[in-house]
Nanobody, 119 residues
Framework: VQLQASGGGLVQPGGSLRLSCAASGSIVTINNMGWYRQAPGKQRELVATITRNGDTNFSDFAKGRFTVSRDNAKNTVSLQMNSLKSEDTALYYC??????????????WGQGTQVTVSS
């Protein structure tokens, strides 16, 4: 199973970016999908997740600025980030919790996409 993320880049403070991630491979169904991030010298932290039913969970820093959405049919998840701040600079990782065809539930991670907020 692979998670391919895209959409990172350099943006000025106050700007917006949209991250997208697609899951592919031997996966039957995905329960939770979402995004985590890791800034230099810090631990990886939750940004936002969304269940198959559309229930969402956001970290406090993301509430009101970020939205998360998914397409169950395409196994994709997106993160719309608005009003970006310099402290949002980090490597953003796509995450999925899914049922593999071997009947085991596993957690999967993408390779990370860099988001840099700077003037």
């Amino acid at each position: 199973v692979q998670l391919q993320a895209s959409g990172g880049g350099l943006v000025q403070p106050g700007g917006s970016l949209r991250l997208s991630c697609a899951a592919s491979g031997s996966i039957v169904t995905i329960n939770n999908m979402g995004w985590y991030r890791q800034a230099p010298g810090k631990q990886r932290e939750l940004v936002a997740t969304i269940t198959r039913n559309g229930d969402t969970n956001f970290s406090d820093f993301a509430k009101g600025r970020f939205t998360v959405s998914r397409d169950n049919a395409k196994n994709t998840v997106s993160l719309q980030m608005n009003s970006l701040k310099s402290e949002d600079t980090a490597l953003y990782y796509c995450y999925a919790r899914g049922l593999h065809r071997d009947s085991l539930w596993r957690s999967y991670w993408g390779q990370g996409t860099q988001v840099t907020v700077s003037s």
